[in-house]
């Protein structure tokens, strides 16, 4: 069974910093999606890395996917309140997933005006 | 298109009741999922379809049913409620091949309370 273990469950900063989000696994995963969901809605996908090593950037978020492919980073660079919400990793395994995601537990951020 | 639906958006049920949680697409997808939400655990797999008769196990399966009889629609049935079951149920979709790229398509999820 491959884990993904997310970190931190709980991140409440003030509006201008900067965080990191963590998902790391002792598993390798041929790709690794981050997911926001918002209250009552499913989740909605961020990115989706592929390549070791790979960086991604959405305005102001950074998406890194490590060099083994067993670890990924989602990088806030000053956080607004919009950006509250519950952000998700998920890995895909190798070989045809058949759309099987193993999901890391969640990050419940909270941006403070 | 209206994506990913499901209904009930709530429902309590009592311990032993049956129920069945409904989700269609119209995306055209194939394959399709079910996943259950609970506090601090992210979201876990519990049946998943990669067409329409063909069904198949994930991560938490036990205490469900499923059958995929269209392309569109794939329900969700409990066959005896237990207070284990009270969660979130989210149903997605999303199109076959292009596995590592492929965006899952969520609906809007289903809160039950088992009592």
């Known amino acids: 069974t491959q884990l993904l273990e997310q970190s931190p469950q709980f991140l409440s900063i003030q509006e201008g910093e900067n965080l990191t989000v963590y998902c790391n696994s002792s598993s390798v995963f041929s790709s690794l999606q981050w997911y926001r969901q918002e209250p009552g809605e499913g989740p909605v996908l961020l990115v989706t890395?592929?390549?070791?090593?790979e960086v991604k950037k959405l305005k102001r978020l950074t998406f890194q996917f490590g060099d083994a492919r067993k670890d990924s980073s989602l990088h806030i660079t000053a956080a607004q309140p919009g950006d509250t919400g519950l952000y998700l990793c998920a890995g895909a395994a190798g070989g045809t997933s058949y759309g099987k995601l193993t999901f890391g537990q969640g990050t419940i951020l909270t941006v403070h005006p | 298109n209206a994506g990913v639906t499901q209904t009930p958006k709530f429902q309590v049920l009592k311990t032993g009741q049956s129920m069945t949680l409904q989700c269609a697409q119209d995306?055209?997808?194939?394959?399709m999922s079910w996943y259950r939400q609970d506090p601090g655990m992210g979201l876990r797999l519990i049946h998943y379809?990669?067409?329409?008769?063909?069904?198949d196990q994930g991560e938490v399966p036990n205490g469900y049913n499923v059958s995929r009889s269209t392309t569109e629609d794939f329900p969700l049935r409990l066959l005896s409620a237990a207070p284990s079951q009270t969660s979130v149920y989210f149903c997605?979709?999303?199109?076959?091949?292009?596995?590592?790229?492929?965006?899952?398509?969520f609906g809007p999820g289903t809160r039950l309370t088992v009592l």
């Open positions: 995306m055209n997808h194939e394959y």
């Open positions: 379809s990669v067409g329409a008769g063909i069904t």
């Open positions: 890395v592929v390549t070791g090593g």
């Open positions: 997605a979709s999303r199109p076959q091949g292009g596995d590592l790229y492929n965006e899952q398509f």
